[in-house]
């Protein structure tokens, strides 16, 4: 079967759950591709003859997010910076020593808009919940700085998706192939990017200890 029927077949309230619960079990601390699941999400449901409704992907989405930083807030409020320690233990690529250090440091300048704007970088979004837990941010501001920055990330992500879905489908229905090569090349160059720089601040951090 083609693999675009076997993606179409997917039941649209799957797709919701794995939206949700993907972001949001990123959102309490672990390393999950959240940003890549909402990307195929948007996708998805841009197809022509999609069920998929892409006001549900961003609300789903922003849920998870929202219940994922809660959760997160909550456990390292409880647990304090030994959770912190033992994530970068577990996941020493994500949330090494050093990339701890660069997240507290962004924390501690930045406060509630370190939550809202975290959001949109890997790192923060992540680390965001435990580490406003661990460092007692008054949780109404954390509430507040979260949803907004949720509703901002999972709809503006979700719309900018959904119109270049559709814009780019005639076009990628004559250049599939060479559409998704380009697509897959430009994903791949982009995150290198984006971790490399997010390393290069972690081992700066990590020197000057």
Not at 144 to 156: D, M
Request: proline share 5%; hydrophobic share 55%.
């Amino acid at each position: 079967m083609h693999v675009d029927m076997l993606l179409m077949a997917i039941p649209p309230l799957a797709i919701y759950f794995l939206c949700a619960g993907v972001v949001g079990v990123e959102s309490i601390g672990v390393p999950l591709p959240g940003e890549i699941v909402l990307v195929g999400a948007a996708l998805l449901a841009a197809r022509p003859g999609s069920h998929i409704d892409p006001l549900a992907v961003a609300a789903s989405a922003t849920a998870g997010a929202i219940v994922g930083d809660s959760i997160g807030y909550s456990v390292g409020r409880r647990y304090g910076t030994g959770l912190l320690d033992r994530l970068g233990r577990r996941f020493p690529k994500h949330l090494g020593p050093a990339h701890l250090t660069v997240a507290r440091r962004i924390f501690d300048r930045h406060g509630v808009w370190a939550v809202l704007f975290g959001r949109f970088v890997a790192i923060l979004r992540i680390l965001a919940g435990p580490l406003a837990g661990t460092m007692k941010m008054h949780y109404p501001k954390f509430l507040a700085a979260n949803a907004t920055g949720a509703v901002l990330w999972a709809g503006g992500t979700v719309a900018l998706i959904y119109l270049l879905g559709i814009v780019a489908e005639t076009w990628l229905k004559r250049f599939s192939w060479i559409g998704l090569l380009v697509a897959v090349v430009g994903g791949l160059l982009v995150s290198r990017y984006v971790r490399h720089r997010v390393e290069r601040a972690a081992t700066r951090e990590e020197t000057a200890q």
